[in-house]
Structures are given as C-alpha cells and as structure tokens.
C-alpha cells in the first residue's frame, strides 16, 4: 500500500525558513570568528556551534528540495569578508555563542511545539538538544574563566508565604515606598542588561565597520537605545541593593574594514530586537510589581519603532528576503478577469 504523503503545514514552513535564514546568518559570523581564535578552551566550543550551522543547513536544503520549495538565497561568502583583520575578543566569541545558543533554546522549543509532522518534531528535538549541550559547554567554559556573569544571590526561603495584600501589586505610586524585589523580578532584569549589554557591542562592531553613514547612524541609534535600558534596570537593581552584573571583557577591535555585509548585519539586528521583544514581554507578564511591567512595555515599544525603521533601510536597499505566503486570492481574481 502506497505511504500518503504528508505536506508540510504554514506554521512548519515558516519553521523551517526562519531555521534556514538564522542558521546562515550564524554560519558567516562563526566561520570568520574561528579564523581569529586563539584560546584552545573556547575555539573548540565555537567550531561546535559552527558544525551545528552547516549541518542544520544541510537537512534543512535536503528537506526543502524533498518538498520542492524554493531554498532561501539567505547568506553566502559574499556577505562575511574573511580577509578582514581581527574583530572579537575570544571572551565576546564566548559570551556572543553562549547568548546565541539562548536565543537557539527559546527558538527551538517554540518550533517543536508549532511542528506536528514526525520528522520535523525530530529535527527540532534534536536541535534543542545540540543547542542545550552548546550553552552547557560555553557556560561551563565561562564559569572556568571566571567570566561568567552570574545572577545575584538572595537569602533562601526558610517557609513558604502568600500575599495578603493589593499593595504588592502596585507600584506605580510616586509617594509610597514600592516593595522590594522578588527572585523573578531580580531574573527578568538581570538577564535584560547582560542581553542588552551584548547588543551594545555589536552595535558598536557593526557601526565601525559598515562603510555607510544611513547603518553607521542606525546602529549607534541601536547601541544608545541599548545603554538606555540598561541604565533603567541597572537602576532599578540598584535600589534594591542588587549589584549590576559584572559583565566579562567583551572588546571589540578598533578595525573599521568592512568585515560583514550589511544586509547580513542589519539582519542580526532585527532578530535581536525581535528576541529583545520576547524578552520584555516575558518579563512583564511574569513581574508582579505594576511599575515593572509598564516600564517593559514601554521600552518594547521603543524596541519596536526601531526594528521598523531597519525594517525600512532593509526594504529600500532590497535586503529584506520575503517568507513564504499564501497567494494574493483577489489579486488573482482580478488578474484573471483583465485577462479575459
């Protein structure tokens, strides 16, 4: 008996095409970082994560051409100058592919959840493990460094508690004093500004090295947004006697040659303001104190004006590669009609 075949549905497509563009993009960043490395505890963590790009790349062109879609055109040498003079620090390499492989885990899961066809749910498990092991590894090398920036530490729970009253939701009253921090609040804002923290660089790596004025503008306008916010839940931290995070040296070189093309950064741009995005909805939904989550919503909006305007730059210069889509049914329609 013939096997039916089981096509691939919108959310597994849109899976696999957002798999196929990241998966590119990091394959460029961690070929030309590897070519730089020299500390032999973190290059072998790098080359792990490059092997995993090039083989997702390779079963995912396998499983486009299975399914006869078009392959994405995504990224290629022409957007990664690997004749270009040292960028990174080997500790930003580190931090940069332990941050990624955060991203990678949260990616992940979602797709597991959207997909429903057994192969793909097994591709995807597969990747949440690989790029588990991956932020493992790079953690377990940061924490042997020393340079890893752990979250702070607060007395343990002796006994359980409940709330017993509304003013621990509020907050947003200038004249009473707001109650401390709990654990997941202190979470939610201690990660923000190491992430923040990790797109100032970049934006300052991607800033010096683009030799156009309209990038160079818009990724210092990126790094300004990003030390911004981290001055507010620096703050934030601080009034609660939390220590900021004692961030690693995550240098970046004084080369301004062009080392990545500029479709390729504002590229990585954007999938870190829609991480950013993410990150502060989470943030807001699980903070239970009102000021917090206004101020989360407030700064994604500001996250998100700025994800448009290189939304915009990337339309203009013909950057911004469409996702697959269904068919324009009136348009169609009205084709057909002129044509008759």
């Not at 490059?50 to 390779?58: C, G, I, K, N």
């Not at 953690?139 to 007395?155: D, M, N, Q």
């Not at 961030?247 to 080392?259: E, F, H, I, M, R």
């Not at 206004?294 to 700025?306: D, F, H, K, T, V």
Request: proline share 4%; aromatic share 10%; hydrophobic share 35%.
């Amino acid at each position: 008996m013939e096997e039916k075949k089981i096509y691939l549905t919108s959310a597994e497509i849109g899976c696999l095409w957002t798999s196929y563009m990241n998966d590119s993009m990091s394959e460029c960043i961690l070929r030309y970082m590897l070519k730089h490395l020299h500390d032999p505890e973190i290059q072998p963590a790098v080359q792990f994560a490059y092997d995993l790009s090039v083989s997702h790349l390779d079963q995912l062109r396998a499983i486009f051409e299975q399914e006869q879609y078009a392959v994405p055109q995504a990224f290629t040498e022409q957007d990664v100058n690997m004749e270009a003079p040292w960028l990174f620090s080997d500790v930003f390499c580190l931090t940069y592919v332990n941050h990624m492989a955060k991203v990678g885990m949260l990616s992940y899961s979602g797709f597991v959840a959207m997909s429903a066809r057994e192969d793909i749910r097994n591709y995807y498990t597969k990747g949440l493990i690989d790029t588990s092991t991956l932020y493992n590894q790079t953690t377990a090398i940061a924490l042997s460094k020393g340079i890893h920036a752990r979250h702070p530490y607060i007395e343990a729970p002796q006994k359980t508690d409940y709330i017993d009253s509304k003013e621990y939701l509020s907050g947003l009253n200038p004249f009473k004093n707001k109650r401390p921090l709990n654990a997941v609040e202190i979470s939610h804002l201690y990660m923000n500004v190491l992430t923040n923290a990790m797109g100032v660089r970049l934006c300052i790596s991607f800033a010096q090295t683009s030799p156009s004025k309209e990038i160079q503008d818009y990724m210092l306008r990126g790094k300004d947004i990003s030390n911004k916010h981290i001055q507010i839940f620096s703050d934030i931290l601080l009034e609660n006697d939390i220590p900021t995070p004692q961030l690693p040296d995550v240098s970046v070189s004084n080369s301004t040659t062009q080392t990545f093309s500029d479709k390729l950064m504002m590229f990585h741009m954007s999938l870190l303001s829609a991480a950013g995005t993410g990150n502060y909805a989470t943030a807001a939904a699980a903070s239970q104190r009102s000021d917090l989550g206004l101020n989360y919503e407030r700064l994604s909006l500001e996250i998100a004006r700025y994800a448009k305007t290189g939304a915009d730059i990337m339309v203009k210069h013909a950057w911004l590669e469409q996702p697959p889509g269904t068919k324009d049914r009136e348009k169609l329609a009205r084709k057909k009609d002129q044509d008759e």
